[in-house]
């Protein structure tokens, strides 16, 4: 199908495909013309043909950000693919306890509940103490959800996965059905924005843990193999890389060995 503005729309994809390493393929537009809606009207261009000249050439940054935002996928819950946090649990973190720090870099971090639920495991496999030499960094393309990640304050559909102990003892009320994570929780995360695909990444010290969850297939082969070789860079030698147990990175031909399902190592 084809829309008076199916210009604009090319452009906007194409854009979104060289910034950021977003792809949506000919069977998402309605998908993506959805989600950019929200930005035309805040805007109040009148179409896709009049946001697209606007982004292209010096665009606005809110609404370069909100374009970003209104693009990337936010969907997220916590202890979410339970499969791969036990073998977190039970594979990685015994091998790095006894570092006097632990450096875990959640990717793509959405509104934080993968960063948060990290250092919920941690304390609950390795004791609270444990977090005090815990430092997890949570990145997000979008300012906004980055925002809402700093503020840590939850729908409680976001914890549909969530043991009511846990909810419990991490959480508190903070009204209209909403949980904030205590602050032992929040001290341990920070919160950045960044773009995957504005390589090399700029961090002095390296990780020992990375999660790249259910981002990766929104990128062509070669963004995915790009990040997948930036990350590599940034992890220490004998640290992990964990992703989704629906996303293989066998056929890329990157250099991270495969452990099991959604985990995979870099040689020591």
């Given at each position: 199908?084809?829309?008076?503005?199916?210009?604009?729309?090319?452009?906007?994809?194409?854009?979104?495909?060289?910034?950021?390493?977003?792809?949506?393929?000919?069977?998402?537009?309605?998908?993506?013309?959805?989600?950019?809606?929200?930005?035309?009207?805040?805007?109040?261009?009148?179409?896709?043909?009049?946001?697209?000249?606007?982004?292209?050439?010096?665009?606005?940054?809110?609404?370069?950000?909100?374009?970003?935002?209104?693009?990337?996928?936010?969907?997220?819950?916590?202890?979410?693919?339970?499969?791969?946090?036990?073998?977190?649990?039970?594979?990685?973190?015994?091998?790095?306890?006894?570092?006097?720090?632990?450096?875990?870099?959640?990717?793509?971090?959405?509104?934080?509940?993968?960063?948060?639920?990290?250092?919920?495991?941690?304390?609950?496999?390795?004791?609270?103490?444990?977090?005090?030499?815990?430092?997890?960094?949570?990145?997000?393309?979008?300012?906004?959800?980055?925002?809402?990640?700093?503020?840590?304050?939850?729908?409680?559909?976001?914890?549909?996965q969530t043991d009511p102990s846990i909810l419990s003892r991490y959480f508190e009320p903070a009204g209209m059905e909403q949980y904030r994570v205590k602050e032992e929780i929040r001290d341990v995360c920070t919160f950045r924005r960044m773009n995957l695909k504005a390589r090399p990444y700029p961090f002095i010290h390296p990780f020992q843990v990375v999660f790249c969850r259910n981002i990766l297939y929104y990128f062509d082969r070669a963004d995915q193999i790009g990040t997948l070789e930036a990350i590599y860079d940034a992890t220490e030698?004998?640290?992990?890389?964990?992703?989704?147990?629906?996303?293989?990175?066998?056929?890329?031909?990157?250099?991270?060995?495969?452990?099991?399902?959604?985990?995979?190592?870099?040689?020591?």
């Amino acid at each position: 199908m084809s829309f008076p503005d199916q210009a604009g729309y090319e452009q906007i994809r194409s854009w979104l495909s060289d910034r950021c390493g977003i792809n949506f393929a000919d069977n998402k537009q309605e998908l993506l013309r959805q989600r950019l809606s929200r930005v035309t009207r805040r805007f109040d261009y009148g179409d896709l043909n009049g946001l697209a000249p606007d982004l292209l050439h010096n665009p606005p940054q809110e609404v370069e950000l909100a374009v970003m935002s209104a693009a990337s996928t936010n969907h997220t819950y916590f202890f979410r693919e339970p499969e791969v946090l036990d073998n977190f649990r039970t594979m990685i973190l015994p091998e790095i306890a006894e570092r006097a720090e632990m450096r875990v870099w959640s990717a793509a971090a959405s509104t934080g509940d993968e960063a948060y639920t990290v250092a919920i495991l941690v304390a609950e496999t390795l004791g609270r103490q444990a977090l005090k030499k815990l430092k997890i960094l949570g990145t997000d393309i979008s300012a906004p959800v980055v925002a809402r990640a700093e503020m840590g304050v939850f729908p409680h559909r976001q914890f549909a996965q969530t043991d009511p102990s846990i909810l419990s003892r991490y959480f508190e009320p903070a009204g209209m059905e909403q949980y904030r994570v205590k602050e032992e929780i929040r001290d341990v995360c920070t919160f950045r924005r960044m773009n995957l695909k504005a390589r090399p990444y700029p961090f002095i010290h390296p990780f020992q843990v990375v999660f790249c969850r259910n981002i990766l297939y929104y990128f062509d082969r070669a963004d995915q193999i790009g990040t997948l070789e930036a990350i590599y860079d940034a992890t220490e030698p004998g640290g992990w890389l964990i992703t989704s147990v629906t996303e293989s990175i066998r056929d890329l031909g990157s250099r991270w060995e495969p452990v099991v399902a959604g985990i995979y190592r870099r040689p020591a």
